[in-house]
C-alpha cells in the first residue's frame, strides 16, 4: 500500500513538472508534454490529488527561486493567490466538474483548467493584465501551439 501510494506521488509530481509554470528566461524554448483532460479523466482520485500536489509543489518551489519580488511578467504570485483559495481535494473536484461539464472539451489541458478555471478568478485586482480571455491569447508564459499532447 505505502509503495502504490509513493508510486502516484512520484506519478503526480512528474506530470506536474511536464505542465507546470514556466520558468522564466530559457534559454531556448522546449517543447513539453500536455497533460489532458482525457488523462485525467482516466487517473484515479489518488493520481489526481498527486497531480495537483505536484503542481502546487512546482509553484511553492519558483516562488522561492524567484524570491521578492518575483520576476518581471511573472505570474507565480497570481498562480500562489488565485490557487490559496482551494484545497487540493476542491481543486480535483473543480477539475474533476469541470470537464464533466464541458465532455467536448476532454483535450484541453489540465493546466489551462486549473488556470483560467480555478487561479485567473480568484486572483486580486491588478495582479496582472486580465484584460485577454482564453481564446484571445494563451496562457501567461506559453507561446500559442508550443506542447505537444502526451500519450496516454
Known sequence: ????????????????????VAVP???????????????????TPQERKAFVLGAATIIELDQE?????PAKKSTINAWAQGLSHFTFDQMVAAIDKWYAEHPDKATRPVIEVMWYELAKPNCPPGTFDQSGTEEEKPMPGKKAGKGKVAKP
Open 1 to 20: 500500500m505505502m509503495r502504490m501510494r509513493a508510486r502516484q506521488v512520484v506519478f503526480g509530481l512528474a506530470l506536474a513538472l511536464a505542465v507546470a
Open 25 to 43: 528566461a530559457l534559454a531556448q524554448d522546449y517543447e513539453m508534454p500536455v497533460v489532458t483532460g482525457d488523462h485525467w479523466q482516466r487517473s
Open 65 to 69: 527561486v524567484q524570491g521578492t519580488p
